[in-house]
């Protein structure tokens, strides 16, 4: 560490973690940053274990500061999920993003980015459909936009 404080990581640890961020190396990072900081030092080294990382990934999965970094890293791997086909990702980080209380309006944005940039090359008729999305999440703002979200049907209770 920065501090001359020595590192010792368990093999098992850092399997559970490439697991848990499944490829995602700025999740890595950040979550082994998390772990080394917040571990305690036993004869001038600090001991990772399993259940230390398992702490940090749950407390980072937990934590979404939709004016902060989170709100930035969310918003490019939705993107990044829709340039590179991954419509499970692209959903998974859409869900992310609401359920931490992302602007509907926000994310729209981004997706008419995405249509003009990345997916309108291969379909034409993207960027209209995400124009109109913004627009209707503009116009309509919270609970409506988002009552359908990941469902087969709206959610009817939130418009009584």
């Not at 995405?114 to 503009?138: F, I, K, T």
């Not at 979200?149 to 009584?160: A, I, K, R």
Request: hydrophobic share 40%; charged share 20%.
């Amino acid at each position: 560490t920065a501090d001359g404080v020595g590192v010792s990581i368990a093999n098992n640890a850092v399997e559970y973690l490439a697991t848990v961020v499944d490829g995602d190396a700025r999740a890595a990072l950040n979550n082994l940053e998390m772990v080394v900081s917040t571990a305690n030092c036993e004869d001038g080294t600090k001991h990772i274990t399993v259940s230390e990382v398992a702490t940090a990934v749950a407390r980072a999965s937990i934590a979404y500061d939709k004016t902060g970094d989170q709100h930035y890293h969310m918003a490019s791997a939705l993107q990044k999920s829709i340039r590179g086909g991954n419509d499970s990702a692209a959903l998974y980080w859409l869900g992310r993003m609401l359920r931490g209380g992302e602007d509907p309006t926000f994310i729209a944005r981004r997706l008419v980015r995405c249509a003009s940039e990345d997916v309108g090359l291969g379909d034409n008729q993207a960027l209209p459909l995400a124009v109109a999305a913004m627009q209707g999440s503009q116009l309509l703002g919270k609970p409506e936009c988002v009552a359908w979200h990941c469902q087969g049907e709206p959610d009817w209770s939130s418009f009584s």
